[in-house]
């Protein structure tokens, strides 16, 4: 083994020892000082500009390897007691602008979970039967079971983004002229709160994920995707062109998040320049949303537990 090899492994092992001795309170309260920073909560004076792209890891005492195993362990933990309990549900929406790294993100935090328990839905440009409906229509036929978590990769706050960058999608909607005035972003973020704090008062928890990506690094990427031809098929030159509207999108993004981030559906703008760091910061932001939802495993009565011992007897004589 080469020296800085021998190192590396060393590190590995100090940070294994140190994951054991970890308990389920330290984590959880890592994990909620961790994701704190990067949640908008109900702060009406947000601005995106203040917001980093980029974090040094260094700068954090957290291991990122260490914490990404700790914290994907723990969430499918979580997430067996909420499939279990079958009453909560948690829906988890992921808006960015290209290449910022939405399905990395999704691949990686839910790589422990159990299958049954978890649905992911992706939102294109809408098909002409869902334009024959209002615009949550397709979004609501998605929404997770009891139990369940349910992840939108894009979702109806497409509406208040390319819809609002592009006006001519809003042309194309078949809305009824005089319903298109000058009010129509802020009526739409209005129906958007209401529909999430309906979402709640029915037992399902909303966490929402802009993936802040810096103009530099999505270039990096979108040069990547070009010379690397297992990479093509991700690339089109459509998505060049949207990067013509950064400006535009960040506009509409940062409106967005000023009017619907509220404190029990938060948004939360995760540094997503260093793919590893913003995967961590997502994990987290979920896991602290899970344990803010004192979940538990549905509790046995004495009858029913009597009658489980009473079938182990007969096992036991058989
Ligand atoms: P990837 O490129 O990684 O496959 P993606 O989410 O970018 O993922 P695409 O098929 O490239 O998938 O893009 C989907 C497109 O659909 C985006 O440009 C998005 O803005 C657009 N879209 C989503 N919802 C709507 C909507 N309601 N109205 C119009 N366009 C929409
Ligand atoms: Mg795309």
Redesign the pocket.
Known sequence: MSKNNKKKHKKREEDDNDLKKLTKKELLHRAKKFSEQYCVGDNKNFTLRDKPTSYSIEDDNISVRKTLRMGVKALAAMQDILYAQDKWSVLIIFQAM?AAG??GAIKHVMSGINPQGCQVS?????SSEELDHD?LWRCQKHLPERGRIGIF??SYY??V???RVHEQ?LKGQKIPEKLINANIWENRFEDIRNFEKYLNRNGTVVIKFFLNVSKEEQKRRFIERVDNPDKNW?FSAA?AK?RGYWNDYMHAYEELIKNTSTKKSPWYVIPADDKSYARIAIASAIIHALDEMDLEYPKVSVEKIAELNEVKKALLEE
């Open positions: 290209d939405k399905d992706s939102f294109k440009g809408p615009y990769n894009r497409e509406e983004l390319v819809v999608i991700k998505d949207e």
